[in-house]
């Protein structure tokens, strides 16, 4: 490896402890905030690490840094995806206003592409094992094949639901009998869900 000047080698002190201490990589504005500098000057620095072979940067997955050379749970490829909260009609499911926090999810658990997350609410979905306040992982996408759980936008709201494709509509289905399957010829798919995670306490 290559000698590193002193300010890369105090910016690759802060992400082994930011790493240590979160299991992910700080973002480039976070980098840029702590040394006082602008957040092109934080991404060069961090190119000059990658060529100095100090660091990997993973095209793939936003902002997603390891450490090479590192213990295992400091080299994991950990990347952050939005959680999106309750999300208003007429607003724009993607508007930073819906953001409530970013979690860190394995990379090897989702894969490529843009992903997010979305608190899920009721029970509408319980008979595919689906519940009130577990969290589930969406990969961006447009389309979706038939059964697959889709996140949809019928009418300004947001829904997590089964997708069927019928001669001429789209057929969201519930898991619980309790509530009617949509119908709607006017469906905006946003996403598939990959993984749920949920918590015990």
Do not use: C
């Not at 749970?73 to 999300?87: A, D, H």
Request: proline share 4%; charged share 25%.
């Amino acid at each position: 490896m290559k000698t590193l000047t002193v300010r890369q080698k105090q910016i690759l002190d802060f992400l082994k402890s930011y790493i240590e201490q979160h299991h992910y990589a700080p973002s480039m504005r976070e980098i840029s905030e702590r040394f006082s500098i602008s957040v092109r000057g934080a991404y060069d620095h961090i190119k000059a690490l990658e060529r100095k072979k100090y660091v990997k940067i993973d095209s793939n997955h936003y902002r997603s840094l390891v450490l090479v050379n590192q213990e295992p749970y400091r080299t994991e490829q950990v990347v952050r995806i939005p959680l999106l909260g309750s999300v208003a009609a007429g607003k724009p499911l993607f508007s930073e206003e819906n953001w409530e926090r970013y979690i860190a999810i394995p990379a090897e658990l989702i894969g490529r592409g843009n992903h997010f997350a979305l608190r899920v609410q009721g029970d509408s979905m319980i008979g595919a094992g689906i519940f009130n306040g577990d969290l589930a992982i969406v990969r961006q996408q447009s389309d979706a094949e038939n059964g697959e759980i889709v996140v949809a936008m019928v009418e300004d709201a947001v829904t997590l639901k089964r997708l069927y494709k019928e001669k001429n509509r789209i057929k969201l289905q519930s898991e619980n009998p309790a509530y009617p399957p949509i119908y709607t010829q006017n469906l905006r798919i946003l996403g598939r869900l990959v993984h749920l995670i949920r918590s015990y306490e």
